[in-house]
């Protein structure tokens, strides 16, 4: 079975401090994609990353990051210079990639880190 | 925005009522799925619809059930509903790619 855990509940920051979230998932599969969504009060889940499991290479976008270490089955996260736009729920989530001809296959998120920005 | 639409945006039940919820899917994709997220805790996988037919459960009673159309539009259905149900409900899209486009998702409240 897969499990996602996401062991920081809330996260307070004040504006243009760093800020990393944490993820360890569990999977049997060999192949497997992980994800990050953050979700605003608005309730909507917003894309940010998907990482294939077989690469391992950090990835940067903007003030984002993301650490990938498949020894230790973690994919953290990172704001750089944080905002109070930055404010939300962040999920990770895993999918396994077995291959079907079908595509996005079912997510399994963590209970989520809710981040705070403070002004 | 993602292109997912969902309606209605709220909808309030009592409990043994039946609900529907609905779910455009982004131009394009072919496959929807459905997740449950109660208050505080991440989504679940309830199920999944590839060119029309289901194609993965997870963890949820036949109770609840759904459709997908042929311009791959879905309707998830809640039967005989409890107060447990009450609940955001999240339709995602996908092609081919793994990165699923969720929709503004449905809130659902039974009393």
């Known amino acids: 079975a897969q499990k996602v855990t996401q062991a920081q509940t809330e996260i307070s920051v004040v504006e243009k401090e760093d800020v990393t979230l944490d993820c360890v998932y569990e999977?049997?599969?060999?192949?497997?994609?992980l994800f990050w969504y953050k979700q605003p009060p608005s309730g909507e889940l917003v894309f940010l990353i998907r990482?294939?499991?077989?690469?391992?290479q950090n990835e940067i976008s903007g003030r984002y990051s993301w650490n990938f270490q498949k020894s230790t089955s973690s994919f953290n996260f990172t704001i750089t210079a944080s905002q109070v736009v930055d404010s939300a729920v962040y999920f990770c989530?895993?999918?396994?990639?077995?291959?079907?001809?079908?595509?996005?296959?079912?997510?399994?998120f963590g209970e989520g880190t809710q981040l705070t920005v403070n002004p | 925005e993602t292109g997912v639409t969902q309606s209605p945006t709220h909808l309030i039940k009592t409990r043994g009522q039946q609900v529907t919820l609905r779910c455009s899917s982004q131009?394009?994709?072919?496959?929807v799925s459905w997740y449950q997220q109660a208050l505080g805790q991440g989504p679940q996988f309830i199920f999944q619809?590839?060119?029309?037919?289901?194609?993965g459960r997870g963890n949820f009673p036949p109770r609840f059930s759904g459709l997908q159309f042929p311009n791959y539009s879905s309707e998830l259905n809640v039967n005989a509903l409890e107060l447990d149900d009450s609940a955001l409900y999240l339709c995602?899209?996908?092609?081919?790619?793994?990165?699923?486009?969720f929709g503004p998702g449905t809130r659902l409240t039974v009393t």
């Open positions: 995602a899209s996908s092609r081919n790619s793994y990165e699923q486009y």
């Open positions: 999977t049997r599969d060999t192949t497997y994609y």
């Open positions: 990482r294939n499991s077989f690469d391992e």
């Open positions: 989530a895993l999918s396994e990639a077995g291959g079907r001809e079908t595509s996005g296959s079912r997510l399994t």
């Open positions: 131009s394009g994709h072919n496959t």
């Open positions: 619809y590839y060119r029309e037919e289901e194609n």
